[in-house]
């Protein structure tokens, strides 16, 4: 009776644990994954790389892909542990092509990695489901960071390099109407600069949110109704990000300029006359 007993318990372990497992991941048979990613620096983790995997086939229902991550040296894991059934796809009316399907939807779900965890060198990179497994090679240098994801049926990407903008940048924008206020926007970037902030150039990359011209400067720009736009990017060279914003409220408040600053290190200080003052401070 003792044998029966714990032999009926631990069909009863198996099965709840089967079940949670089941309900955990719940989604049919995933045929493959396509990855986009980028490297954010505005958010509440700081500076990192965002990965979002979408699956290749479409589905009846519309999931969330959750994934947990490890990392061990130079090994990284990506494993997709759990999936959310969100109900049946919505419906929108939008041209399809092929054999696209209005009814169904692609599931998604991402994972990131922080500058913190990643310092230069090359890891292996593997994305794990219940259905294949695929380990790639990532490349960490400070300029770029590159993605070779090897020849497979499951795993892709049209995304190869991605560039992270240097850190302890200053960078933006002074907008004003009036040519007679120009005199207020060259005042202001000499401030800057008294400040003990360096005028600086960075390279002509597809950065996530910075542009720059061939020259590694922000454009400067007019157009119709005497309308005004001049570059901010500076080198932070260890003045405090406080003491940027508040100098620069002062300007915002003595002048008509309109005052868009970002730090590469995730802080954003927007002085607008109408629309007011936003300023957010990195929590890294």
């Not at 089941?22 to 995933?30: A, G, Q």
């Not at 960075?202 to 020259?215: A, G, I």
Request: glycine fraction near 6%; charge should be negative.
């Amino acid at each position: 009776m003792k044998t029966k007993t714990t032999l009926g318990l631990i069909l009863t372990l198996v099965s709840i644990f089967s079940c949670d497992n089941n309900d955990s991941l719940s989604i049919p048979t995933i045929d493959g994954l396509s990855l986009y990613w980028d490297h954010e620096i505005f958010g509440d983790e700081g500076r990192r790389l965002r990965f979002e995997a979408t699956t290749t086939n479409e589905f009846d229902n519309d999931y969330d892909l959750e994934f947990q991550t490890s990392l061990n040296d130079k090994t990284i894991t990506a494993t997709l542990t759990k999936t959310i059934d969100k109900g049946k796809c919505q419906w929108f009316p939008m041209p399809t092509t092929g054999g696209d399907d209005p009814n169904k939807c692609n599931a998604s779900g991402g994972f990131y990695l922080t500058d913190k965890e990643l310092s230069n060198g090359t890891y292996s990179l593997t994305i794990t489901t219940p259905n294949f497994k695929v380990t790639s090679e990532l490349t960490v240098t400070d300029e770029r960071v590159t993605l070779d994801i090897p020849a497979n049926e499951h795993l892709s990407s049209s995304i190869k390099y991605v560039y992270p903008i240097p850190e302890n940048i200053l960078f933006g924008s002074v907008v004003y109407k009036g040519s007679n206020n120009t005199n207020d926007a060259n005042e202001f970037l000499l401030y800057l600069t008294n400040l003990g902030l360096i005028e600086t150039t960075v390279p002509n990359y597809p950065y996530r949110y910075l542009t720059v011209d061939e020259t590694g400067h922000l454009a400067n720009s007019n157009w119709q109704g005497d309308n005004y736009s001049i570059g901010v990017l500076y080198k932070m060279n260890n003045v405090d990000v406080k003491t940027i914003f508040e100098e620069s409220k002062k300007h915002f408040d003595q002048t008509n300029l309109n005052i868009t600053l970002f730090t590469s290190n995730g802080d954003e200080a927007h002085f607008s006359k109408t629309e007011g003052i936003t300023i957010v401070y990195s929590k890294k």
